[in-house]
C-alpha cells in the first residue's frame, strides 16, 4: 500500500484485519467484491437476498474505513485547516483537521477491532445498538469525504488518486443512501455530487 500510494512516512492506520474464512462475514465479503468487480455500484451495495443485514453493513464498514484509510494516508500531508467535530471529545472542538481525523479515524478503527461491537465469530451476536454505531461512523467517515472534496480535490489529483477517491465515495454514497445511514442535512456539503451520481444511476 505504501510504495502504490508513495506515502512514504506519511502516518496510516492498519487496515481491519480480514474475517476468517468460513465465516457469514468472510462469505458476503466476496460476494460484495465480485459484485463490485462487475462495475455495478447499485448492485454492490443491495443486500444480497435472505442475508443478514448486520453483517452487511459490518462488511462495507471495515471496507470503507480501508478505502479512506489509503485516500487518507497520501492527502494528510496537506490537510492543514481546521475541521470541527465530535470525536473523543465530550463537546464540539475545533481541531486542526490532521487531529481531528487522526482521531477520528483512531476511535473508527478501535471500533472495528472490538468484537463486541464487530463481532466476526459464527454464533456471536452484534450488539442491539449496533445500527446506531454504524450511522455515527458512516455519519463521521463521510466528514473525511466531504473535507477531500472541498478543500484539498486539486492536490488529490497531483497525486494521481482522483479515480479512487472518486470510486471510493460513489460507493460510499450508494450505500449510505440505499440504507438511509447519514441524514440528509449531513450529507449536504457535497449535495451536488450526490445529485449527479443519483442522476447518474438513473439512467443506467
Not at 55 to 68: G, I, K, P, R
Request: positive net charge; charged residues 25%.
Amino acid at each position: 500500500m505504501s510504495s502504490f500510494f508513495g506515502l512514504g512516512k506519511t502516518r496510516t492506520f492498519k487496515p481491519r484485519k480480514d474475517v476468517p474464512e468460513g465465516t457469514k462475514q468472510y462469505q458476503l465479503r466476496k460476494y460484495a467484491e465480485a459484485t463490485l468487480g462487475s462495475g455495478n455500484l447499485r448492485l454492490a451495495v443491495t443486500l444480497p437476498e435472505g442475508e443478514d443485514l448486520n453483517e452487511w453493513l459490518a462488511v462495507h464498514a471495515v471496507d470503507f474505513f480501508n478505502h479512506l484509510n489509503m485516500l487518507y494516508g497520501p492527502s494528510r500531508s496537506f490537510i492543514r485547516v481546521p475541521l470541527g467535530g465530535r470525536v473523543r471529545y465530550k463537546r464540539p472542538t475545533k481541531l486542526p483537521a490532521p487531529e481531528y481525523v487522526d482521531a477520528l479515524m483512531n476511535w473508527a478503527q478501535g471500533l472495528l477491532d472490538n468484537d463486541d461491537v464487530f463481532p466476526n465469530r459464527i454464533g456471536v451476536p452484534f450488539p442491539k445498538n449496533f445500527r446506531d454505531t454504524i450511522r455515527t461512523m458512516f455519519r463521521r467517515l463521510f466528514r473525511v469525504y466531504a473535507h477531500l472534496y472541498s478543500n484539498h480535490f486539486d492536490h488529490i489529483c497531483a497525486l494521481g488518486i482522483e479515480a479512487h477517491l472518486n470510486t471510493s465515495y460513489r460507493h460510499f454514497f450508494l450505500f449510505v443512501h440505499e440504507f438511509d445511514l447519514v441524514d440528509k442535512k449531513e450529507l449536504a456539503p457535497l449535495d451536488e455530487l450526490n445529485d449527479a451520481i443519483l442522476a447518474e444511476e438513473k439512467t443506467r
